[in-house]
């Protein structure tokens, strides 16, 4: 086999595997939150202008402080909130989008809170 058959097959093989891979959907990401409120009036603020954001990153709420149970390890704060993005990426820009870094500043204060961003398989 001569070597441009063998480098025109080697490329033909990659582009199909870049195109393949182009063609699947980004894994899913989820948002997890705990969150202790600490003022409720205040946090009722923030919780009025953060579903809008989210919505336009494409996520929605999967839990949003419904009744939960620690089973293993310190107690979860009060509230609880899992939110579903399409792609990693998306929650990521999500939460540093200048919209959301504006809604952060009216929970300052309001909440201790832990968010953490994970990838889907």
């Known amino acids: 086999m001569s070597a ?5 097959t ?3 093989a990659v582009l199909g595997a870049v195109s393949i891979r182009a063609l699947q959907p980004s894994p899913k990401a989820y948002l997890l939150v705990q969150v202790d409120v600490t003022n409720p009036q205040q946090y009722g603020e923030y919780a009025k202008i ?9 996520g929605h709420f999967l839990a949003r402080g419904g009744r939960s ?13 899992v939110i579903e ?23 300052a204060g309001a909440a201790n ?4 961003l ?3 398989p």
Request: charged share 20%; proline share 8%.
């Open 113 to 116: 809170a832990q968010f953490v």
């Open 10 to 12: 080697c490329a033909v």
């Open 50 to 58: 953060s579903p809008a954001i989210i919505e336009k990153f494409g």
């Open 85 to 107: 993005f399409p792609s990693f990426e998306r929650g990521q820009a999500f939460y540093n989008s200048p919209e959301y870094v504006a809604a952060r500043k009216v929970r």
């Open 4 to 8: 441009k058959l063998v480098l025109t």
């Open 118 to 120: 994970v990838e889907a």
């Open 69 to 81: 149970l620690t089973l293993e390890g310190p107690a979860a704060p009060g509230r609880v909130v």
